[in-house]
């Protein structure tokens, strides 16, 4: 489904977030043997991420999930 617009967006979040997990696809196929299961290398990536840690430690009792 595509949105027609007048003038064309600056950012585009939905292609923002599509490239983003596009990412995080490749990385975790190259690097799965280190990890059991997606969901493993998600929280590891977002431990990893100063910011991540930080919004963690804010609503999520203190640890990254």
Request: hydrophobic letters at 25%.
């Amino acid at each position: 489904m595509e949105t027609k617009t007048e003038t064309p967006k600056a950012f585009d979040c939905v292609e923002f977030k599509r490239q983003s997990q596009q990412r995080l696809r490749a990385e975790y196929e190259k690097r799965k043997s280190e990890f059991g299961s997606y969901v493993e290398f998600i929280r590891a990536k977002a431990h990893e991420d100063e910011w991540c840690r930080r919004i963690w430690e804010r609503v999520g009792g203190g640890t990254t999930p």
